[in-house]
C-alpha cells in the first residue's frame, strides 16, 4: 500500500508479512527515480547508458537478455 511504501522508504522498516523481495523492489524503483530526476535536470540527451542504468537499479535481481541495439 501506499503507507507501507512510504514508511519503508522513511524508516527502512519492513512492515509485516510481506515479502522482501517486494521492499527491494520498492527500495529499486525509489532509486531509480532519484537517478531519473538527476538526469533530467542535469542531462540534456536522455542516452541507451542512461536507461540502461535505471534498468539495473530498477532490478532486484538482474537477468540476461540478448538485446539488439543500434549501436
Given at each position: 500500500s501506499y503507507g507501507e511504501t512510504r514508511a519503508l522508504?522513511?524508516?527502512g522498516i519492513a512492515t509485516g508479512g510481506k515479502l522482501l523481495k517486494?521492499?527491494?523492489d520498492?527500495?529499486?524503483?525509489?532509486k531509480a527515480i532519484d537517478v531519473m530526476i538527476?538526469?533530467?535536470?542535469n542531462i540534456e540527451n536522455?542516452?541507451?547508458k542512461d536507461i540502461r542504468e535505471?534498468?539495473?537499479?530498477?532490478?532486484?535481481?538482474?537477468y540476461q537478455?540478448?538485446?539488439?541495439t543500434l549501436n
Open positions: 522508504l522513511m524508516t517486494d521492499h527491494l520498492i527500495e529499486g524503483h525509489n538527476d538526469i533530467a535536470q536522455f542516452s541507451e535505471i534498468h539495473e537499479i530498477t532490478l532486484v535481481k538482474p537478455v540478448d538485446a539488439k
